[in-house]
């Protein structure tokens, strides 16, 4: 069953089980104990901190690990804010940064700080003239990742690393996605990781602080891990989360250009292949495994079910497929179409013979999915009918159902003539918008609505 979600969590590394089933023999003892299984425990610790300090381009006494890449995320934001307090009180992010990121930001909001968030262009990434210009006096930190989580696109580190320096600002690099493919660009100050993501064990994150950062570890003081990770350390983990990166950089450049290959063929032959997709993220500056697609009149929830039916585990990078009924926050701060996306993460080892099942069994399970919802068919082409506005009631109702709605009776409206749309479901703001730039509809905007909700107006111009 091909696995084609290596961007929520790659399949353990040959060298990882290696690593983890032999330290587990030698690594159980507490490292800090002066005794012979203590020493021995001491070095499999010191020389997983070399060899993942060697790989993020640290000095091994600025690195830590911790239980996981949120928890180094939430040490990280919280320390260097702490640090800096008397510099100021504002975060500067990203508005496409991974949820520990935001949530981080919340938290420091809750507590009386100022967050600030960029935006990001159609592409996913931030300008760096305009994530310079966020930066000010009192700025304590700002926060960047290295390449999305949800579309893959690579942020501009070098130029964020120049405008932060120049403004005597700390950033800290997010580079969960992007450590196994390669180094970070240098001039960081603060650098986190996840192990998972690379082929390591969960719960291994790594945290790299900068000598001269100022940093104040927050909670309760803890003699491990430099004070910035208390708890007794899962050596085996760390022990095959360091061995696995090391192992997966060595591969980087090979593999990483043979799923490009395989990445790039997505990309091309799904829009070809189905009617109706939006392929999302930047076309050049990505990572190499990782391609995300959305496809109009389809409810995300279900497409994704049914190509788990066909053996392709995929995933959303819209929370459409869950409970909270609402698109991404990168989808959102992208502007871009939210209905049916599906982010395909090749791993390591993807065959091209995956790949084009892949591709022969996407068509089918998309127009499954369209009929069932009724979805209008792209040959159908209704003739107009005497002019006059009109109302579509979809209030209650939700993705992708009022665009659906729609697409259906925008052919009886004379060229010129509007459709107004009522819905309460926050993904029609993204993908009323994406649907009027895909078929060549005009979009002229929104207001709120005496029934409730919001009212979506078009007007055809096709």
Known sequence: MPYFDAASAAPLHPVARQALLASLDEGWADPARLYREGRRARLLLDAAREAAAEAVGARPDELVFTPSGTRAVHTGV???????????DRLVVSAVE?????????????????????????????????????????????????????VGTEQPVAEAV?????????????AAQSLGWGPVPEGWSLLT?????????????????????RFAPQGPADE?????????????????????????????????????ALVDRIRARVPELVPDVEVVGDPVRRLPHLVTFSCLYVDGETLLSELDREGFSVSSGSSCTSATLTPSHVLRAMGVLSEGNVR??????????????FLTVLPGVVAAVRDRLGAPRPEAAPAAKPARS???????????????????VIGEVPVG??????????????DIPAWCEMRGQEYVGEEPSPKGGTAYVVRRVA
């Open 344 to 357: 395909v993460s090749l791993p390591a080892g993807t065959t091209e013979e995956d790949v084009d099942r």
């Open 78 to 88: 919280a320390g260097a804010l702490a640090g800096r307090r008397r510099a100021g």
């Open 390 to 408: 009109l109302v579509v009631d979809a209030l209650g109702r939700r993705c992708p159902i009022p665009v659906i709605e729609l697409a259906r």
């Open 162 to 174: 120049a405008a932060c320096r120049a403004a005597g600002v700390p950033l800290l690099v997010d």
């Open 224 to 260: 491990r891990e430099s004070g910035r990770a208390p708890g007794f350390e899962n050596l085996p983990a760390i022990v095959a989360a360091a061995a696995s990166l090391r192992a997966v950089r060595a591969e980087a450049a090979a593999e990483g250009a043979r799923l490009r």
């Open 98 to 150: 991974h949820s520990s990121v935001l949530y981080a930001g919340e938290a420091h909001a809750a507590a009386g700080g100022t967050v600030t968030e960029v935006p990001v262009g159609r592409s996913g990434a931030v300008d760096p003239e305009v994530f310079a210009a966020a930066l000010d006096s009192r700025t304590a930190l700002a926060a960047l990742q290295s390449a999305n989580h949800e």
């Open 417 to 430: 003539d509007t459709v107004t749309v009522l819905s309460d479901d926050g993904a029609a703001r993204l």
């Open 193 to 213: 990781a996840s192990a998972h993501k690379w082929g390591g064990p969960a719960g291994v994150g790594l945290l790299a602080v900068r000598k001269g950062v």
